[in-house]
């Protein structure tokens, strides 16, 4: 039997980084400051610079970036919030966490993201924000969106946990909306040794609350005492540790990501003309960032395919096996009006093995297996 093939090998690239990396950490362990050292002050000060952003507030997670954003826009009880109907759960989760209420909408079939011919169907007085999720890495149709939510007054906040290192016309994925949030969870394309996420934004007041936020609602440079606990906030500040790692990676980002480009194009090569089976699709207006590879076969064999594939011990995953608006926490088995892609995606999609150092042949036994599963 071949040797077990993973969903994503990270080996290869910190064997690349360890030493750097070990000094950074070595560094930080040496000052003894792992909560908000000057490593994460600097981080924030670089991936601004990267993408293209005025500020950049680091955080424990992409989910707090979620929240925490909401906050900081202004989102609250009483608003409600368009999200797409497919992805991940955070999405929805972060919306539901502030008070507010998710409006879910359906997706176009060949980005997997937010549709904005049915955004506007969906709007009501109470619409504050549009949650547009860059999905897999693919930008969402950013340009209708802005307009749009400009049109109606509505604040919009990027989810681009998946999509660093990916663009829409000339800016960066993650610089565009009010607001973006940023995951660097490690299966990331810039990803941490544990949990870490990020607001960006060009607008200094939401920065300014975020920082607040984080800090259990502490005026930003206020003292350790008295009445500087103006909100109530919570606990997310990213450690130091990881801040450097972070710093450590940040440059090789570029590069890591044309990678996984150059292999996405290789599985296109290698699976061009296969039965059954849609090829991930390139919007033009954006370049994407392929977090994952994924592509469609038809619903009543993905299982089976899938099933094959690990027998051959191939790894493979289905994001997401339940569309948002039919997990138990929004009603369950309950359809919803006008979710009809969402639902076909979610039964489905199938993501192949995909990291920047993935060898050819692994990706020819991916291709080569899939051909005769699909046989």
């Known amino acids: 039997m071949n040797a077990p093939l993973p969903m994503l090998d990270l080996s290869a690239g910190l064997a690349q980084h360890r030493l750097e990396i070990e000094r950074a950490m070595a560094r930080v362990i040496a000052t003894g400051a792992f909560i908000q050292g000057p490593d994460v002050a600097a981080f924030e000060a670089e991936m601004a610079s990267y993408l293209g952003v005025s500020h950049c507030v680091a955080l424990h997670s992409g989910t707090d970036a979620l929240v925490l954003g909401l906050r900081a826009l202004g989102v609250g009880p009483g608003d409600e919030v368009i999200v797409p109907a497919f992805s991940f759960c955070a999405t929805a989760e972060a919306v539901s966490v502030v008070g507010a209420t998710p409006v879910f909408v359906d997706i176009d079939p060949r980005t997997f993201n937010l549709d904005p011919?049915?955004?506007?169907?969906?709007?009501?007085?109470?619409?504050?924000?549009?949650?547009?999720?860059?999905?897999?890495?693919?930008?969402?149709?950013?340009?209708t969106l802005l307009e749009l939510s400009a049109r109606h007054g509505l604040c919009v906040l990027e989810d681009a946990a998946q999509a660093l290192g990916g663009s829409y016309g000339p800016r960066r994925l993650g610089s565009l909306g009010h607001a973006a949030a940023l995951s660097f969870f490690p299966s990331k394309n810039l990803g941490a040794f544990g949990d870490g996420g990020m607001l960006a934004t060009n607008q200094p007041e939401v920065a300014e609350l975020c920082r607040e936020l984080r800090e259990h609602g502490r005026k930003s440079g206020a003292p350790g005492r008295g009445r500087e606990h103006e909100r109530i906030g919570c606990n997310s500040r990213l450690d130091t540790l990881q801040a450097a790692v972070l710093r450590v990676k940040l440059p090789w980002l570029e590069g890591a990501v044309a990678a996984r480009r150059t292999a996405a194009a290789r599985y296109d090569g290698l699976l061009s003309g296969l039965p059954g089976a849609t090829l991930p699709w390139r919007d033009p207006r954006s370049l994407h960032s392929f977090h994952q590879y994924t592509l469609r076969l038809p619903a009543d064999r993905r299982d089976h395919v899938q099933a094959r594939l690990?027998?051959?011990?191939?790894?493979?995953?289905?994001?997401?096996?339940?569309?948002?608006?039919?997990?138990?926490?929004?009603?369950?088995?309950?359809?919803?009006?006008?979710?009809?892609?969402?639902?076909?995606?979610?039964?489905?999609?199938?993501?192949l093995p995909l990291w920047p150092e993935i060898p050819a042949s692994a990706q020819a036994r991916v291709a080569d297996a899939l051909r005769q599963a699909l046989a």
Do not use: C, K, N, W
């Not at 049915?118 to 897999?136: D, K, Q």
């Not at 011990?313 to 892609?341: D, E, K, N």
């Open 117 to 143: 011919a049915g955004v506007e169907a969906r709007l009501s007085r109470h619409t504050r924000a549009l949650l547009p999720v860059h999905l897999f890495g693919q930008g969402a149709a950013m340009d």
């Open 310 to 351: 690990l027998a051959q011990g191939i790894q493979t995953r289905v994001y997401y096996a339940t569309p948002l608006h039919r997990l138990p926490a929004y009603g369950g088995g309950r359809s919803g009006p006008g979710l009809a892609q969402a639902e076909a995606a979610s039964r489905s999609v199938l993501s």
